[in-house]
């Protein structure tokens, strides 16, 4: 039997900074036969190990295909997130995982399909926009929405000129503070919910952010008349061991780490201590 | 299995040949009132009678303190698991403590379908010798189904008089009792009191809980709001020491420790506590349990709300340590029966 503490050994390839406080790494295994099991589906997260610093969780922020390594997307935080920051290229950490649920994506085929992020909230929608993208011809049309505080906080910028660019993709910017040289929308990413003309009848929406900006962006999705079980989030708590044995992740009677991280909003109604 | 009768000089020969070949966890006396499951030298050290110990003996099964795993760090980055552990022996454990090995085996081993590597290893490598036991104010056993727990004992030890009846209940126990000498049948008068003990054992106790466990859950949730928790919480200090000294509590944190010279070190683990203001924060400063209250009523959820479902009973043995211990005098069943009451 495997132990399911032991984290595999993985070499950062790429260290892209993403904002001022935000930065994403490309991990690789070593073993080439890891990745053969590793296998992941857009949603889940990983446990990495700065061996020293520590270990905390990471939804996986790359497409799960075609590749044969993956990204996280790391805001410098705490303990080990600091020490992330301080790697380089070259630089080997451990990686447990894929750990968690995942977004369901043949569930909702023949949807409209809308994106709401905000922040670093895009980091986890970003694995399930790619492949929404990628089987497009399965969905009725694709809208993402993404927030941020500032200019400056908008992370992959690169990509969202490119996605704002594409056939087949709807992408709308817009951040709470505009500033010299910004141009586009101003306000907080639940304004750009007016944008939304199709059938929310036949959709589905995957949103993630802050708890306070989930709370609102859910509250008008609902008033827009999305069903509870067509919003779809991902939370994130510090689970420590990932597999449901050190309960720092519990709400009520679910773990963040085995039942989630991906809920519906109808789920997360019903969670204690949780109001979405 | 017919039980057979054991001097106290017998029970020392049984010790002395388990410490042969294991190291031994037994209840020692520690003051004048006090006692402690420590690792004895000398089968003498063992007490045979004691009310309960601080501490449950979950210690020799999940450490206060463990290496997940031992990691260096330079030249590069490797794991290792850690070393296989010695082979134990659980000595003067009362049905109480057994029952939450129980619980601890579900909830480390098979929960989930999730096998916990370094919890298995020890259990696997345990011999447990049970003790009966007369209750005392705290114990409330009765209310939760575990004052005559056998189960997970390999021998079972009933306090008769000068002597001991003993029940064999696995070959490992078979073993350990036939390393005593030539069985002997117990005298009629103590298999007549060894017979009665649970009725004599039940009639003892006083506190009692005011529902069936099987009750609490929607008992409890229909109290969700109540003002039971707030109450409580104005009481309670956050010291966690009813989740220290509970043998069914299993949380845990993890961190790094390093060693001088910074090229290798260990991830361990140690207990952790709902009751900490910590425990539900999240990177950002949120924190979904901030507040004591919540705290406080997730302690009970958990107990006899979400694990009770999940495992079919109280995730509670009513071995009374977190209302004899507790810093503020927070009573256990007497905030459940508050509750029950509540609900009336």
């Known amino acids: 039997m495997s132990n399911p503490y032991?984290?595999?050994?993985?070499?950062?390839?790429?260290?892209?900074?993403?904002?001022?406080?935000?930065?994403?790494?490309?991990?690789?295994?070593?073993?080439?036969?890891?990745?053969?099991?590793?296998?992941?589906?857009?949603?889940?997260?990983?446990?990495?190990?700065?061996?020293?610093?520590?270990?905390?969780?990471?939804?996986?922020?790359?497409?799960?295909?075609?590749?044969?390594?993956?990204?996280?997307?790391?805001?410098?935080?705490?303990?080990?997130?600091?020490?992330?920051?301080?790697?380089?290229?070259?630089?080997?950490?451990?990686?447990?995982?894929?750990?968690?649920?995942?977004?369901?994506?043949?569930?909702?085929?023949?949807?409209?399909?809308?994106?709401?992020?905000?922040?670093?909230?895009?980091?986890?929608?970003?694995?399930?926009?790619?492949?929404?993208?990628?089987?497009?011809?399965?969905?009725?049309?694709?809208?993402?929405?993404?927030?941020?505080?500032?200019?400056?906080?908008?992370?992959?910028?690169?990509?969202?000129?490119?996605?704002?660019?594409?056939?087949?993709?709807?992408?709308?910017?817009?951040?709470?503070?505009?500033?010299?040289?910004?141009?586009?929308?101003?306000?907080?990413?639940?304004?750009?919910?007016?944008?939304?003309?199709?059938?929310?009848?036949?959709?589905?929406?995957?949103?993630?952010?802050?708890?306070?900006?989930?709370?609102?962006?859910?509250?008008?999705l609902v008033a827009m008349g999305f069903g509870e079980d067509d919003i779809i989030s991902t939370l994130e708590r510090h689970m420590r061991c990932g597999i449901g044995k050190c309960n720092h992740c519990i709400h009520g009677d679910k773990y963040i780490c085995l039942d989630g991280p991906v809920f519906t909003y109808r789920q997360m109604k019903a969670m204690m201590e949780l109001e979405p | 299995m017919a039980p057979s009768a054991l001097s106290a000089a017998d029970v020392r020969s049984v010790l002395a040949r388990a410490m042969e070949s294991t190291a031994v966890l037994a209840p020692v006396r520690r003051g004048r009132s006090s006692f402690a499951f420590q690792w004895i030298a000398d089968p003498a050290e063992a007490v045979f009678s004691y009310p309960r110990t601080i501490l449950p003996p979950k210690q020799a099964l999940l450490p206060p303190r463990e290496d997940l795993f031992v990691f260096q760090r330079a030249p590069e980055p490797a794991v290792r698991p850690p070393a296989a552990p010695d082979p134990i022996t659980l000595f003067g454990v009362h049905p109480c403590d057994l029952a939450a090995i129980g619980q601890l085996d579900w909830a480390m081993q098979e929960r989930h379908g999730i096998c916990d590597p370094n919890y298995a290893a020890r259990r696997a490598h345990t011999t447990i010798i049970g003790l009966e036991c007369l209750p005392d104010e705290y114990c409330f056993c009765p209310s939760v189904g575990t004052a005559h727990t056998r189960a997970g004992a390999d021998l079972f030890l009933t306090p008769v008089g000068e002597e001991f009846v003993a029940e064999a209940l696995t070959e490992k126990g078979e073993a350990l009792l036939a390393s005593a000498g030539e069985k002997r049948a117990p005298s009629a008068e103590a298999r007549d009191t060894w017979e009665h003990w649970a009725e004599d054992k039940e009639s003892r106790v006083s506190r009692r809980l005011k529902a069936q466990p099987k009750e609490l859950p929607d008992l409890l949730e229909a109290e969700y709001e109540s003002e039971v928790w707030e109450a409580t919480a104005a009481r309670c200090y956050s010291c966690g020491t009813c989740t220290s000294v509970c043998p069914t509590c299993f949380c845990f944190d993890v961190e790094d420790v390093v060693e001088v010279g910074l090229a290798s070190g260990a991830r361990r683990r140690q207990y952790d506590s709902c009751q900490f203001l910590e425990f539900a924060s999240v990177a950002g400063g949120h924190n979904f349990r901030g507040e004591r209250p919540d705290r406080v009523r997730h302690r009970w959820f958990r107990k006899f709300v979400h694990l009770n479902r999940e495992y079919g009973d109280a995730f509670c043995v009513g071995c009374g340590r977190c209302t004899k211990f507790c810093t503020a005098d927070i009573g256990l069943v007497e905030v459940l029966n508050s509750i029950v009451e509540a609900s009336e």
């Open chain 1, 6 to 220: 032991l984290p595999d050994i993985a070499t950062i390839q790429r260290v892209k900074p993403e904002t001022y406080d935000t930065t994403s790494f490309t991990l690789k295994f070593d073993d080439p036969g890891v990745w053969e099991r590793f296998r992941f589906r857009p949603g889940q997260f990983v446990e990495i190990s700065v061996f020293g610093a520590g270990e905390a969780p990471f939804c996986i922020s790359s497409s799960a295909h075609g590749r044969e390594d993956f990204d996280i997307t790391v805001r410098r935080l705490g303990r080990v997130t600091q020490a992330l920051h301080a790697m380089g290229e070259g630089a080997q950490v451990g990686v447990r995982g894929p750990l968690g649920n995942s977004f369901p994506l043949d569930e909702v085929a023949g949807k409209h399909v809308l994106f709401v992020g905000g922040g670093l909230g895009l980091a986890p929608l970003r694995p399930q926009i790619l492949e929404v993208y990628r089987q497009r011809d399965k969905f009725q049309s694709i809208t993402v929405l993404y927030g941020a505080r500032t200019p400056d906080d908008l992370i992959y910028r690169d990509e969202l000129e490119q996605w704002q660019n594409l056939e087949g993709m709807r992408c709308l910017l817009t951040v709470d503070v505009g500033g010299d040289g910004w141009t586009g929308n101003v306000g907080v990413v639940g304004s750009l919910l007016s944008e939304v003309k199709f059938d929310v009848g036949q959709a589905v929406v995957f949103v993630c952010g802050p708890p306070i900006m989930i709370r609102f962006v859910v509250r008008d």
